[in-house]
């Protein structure tokens, strides 16, 4: 693991068994997350991108999912041969995870002040009085207004927005190394949107945590995050910083995202789409898994499928567009 490496992902697998059928939704992922660093995970819905947070945080729904390979190394440690009592520990506590729906994760019948401490107290030998300090400093710093009055309201006195805040700061509260954000503003509207992204940027800068933000949303990724990992049918098909993304993208993939990320500016209708749908995974049994979708198609990519491979420094692209026919060789 490099030094300034937090989590590191090598050769990830995680399958479905649905009628002894092997549905391999993640599909040798490799990535790296350095120390304060915000990188993002997009892609179309069903590419893999949840099921990659799950397999990290040791929640992949057993029976029909499982992580089949690959490690996951946090402080020098595979999280993957950790027994469960320690991954118990180290979720919400090293590594924590905000999910789409705040609804599905806070308790409809405990109050919110009741939730965060609660979230403390599993893992902090603190006094309860401690524990709501921490909890009310926290719903400050996440912008909430009347914090010390919220700690006696329920999840459905709140806005969608404001039970976002307090995801967030439940899952900050523990001052995780690693937050893992699948989708946190998609059910939010514009506005709230950006500013919970500028809120996790500022607890980023402010206590050096490590994000990975997961979105199918592009426009989303150019507000905060430094690199951009994308995926498609469970495999990674570019990787770059996100300026590079935007402004030198190589997949056709990556190209067909960027033109459907409705132009703000110019108040324009969201102007492009991919045709087609994402496979379902397993269903493609050889050769590039965009084929069917991409225009740029060549024979050999029905034949074979392209290795994921570095074009400049740290800008990696999986497409035969980029790579030396073995005819050439
Ligand atoms: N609970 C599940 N049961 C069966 N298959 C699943 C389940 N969850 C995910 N999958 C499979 O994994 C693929 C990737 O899903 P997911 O990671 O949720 O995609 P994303 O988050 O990118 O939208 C899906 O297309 C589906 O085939
Ligand atoms: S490998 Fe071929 S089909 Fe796949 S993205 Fe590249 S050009 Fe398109
Ligand atoms: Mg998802």
Known sequence: MSESSVLQVNGLKTSFFMDKTEVPAVDHVDFDLKQGEIIAIVGESG????VTSLSIMGLVPHP??????GEVFFNDEDLLKVSESKMRDIRGNEIAMIFQEPMTSLNPLFTIGNQITEAILIH?????KQAKAKAIEYLKLVGL??????????????SGGMR???MIAMAMVCEPKVLIADEPTTALDVTIQSQILALMKRLNQKLNTSIILITHDLGVVSE???RVIVMYAGKIVE????????EHPEHPYTKGLIQSVPDIRNKKERLYSIPGNVPIPGSIK???RFADRCEFVMDRCREKTPELISIEGDHKVRCFLHQESEEQN
């Open 47 to 50: 590419c893999g991108k949840s």
């Open 64 to 69: 029909p999912g499982k992580v089949v390979g």
């Open 124 to 128: 902090r030998k603190w006094s309860k």
């Open 145 to 158: 207004p009347r914090a010390e009055a919220l700690m006696n309201e329920y999840p459905h006195q709140l």
């Open 164 to 166: 976002q805040r307090v």
């Open 224 to 226: 905060i995050c430094e």
């Open 239 to 246: 990787e770059a910083d996100v300026k590079t993304i935007f």
């Open 286 to 288: 050889k050769g590039c």
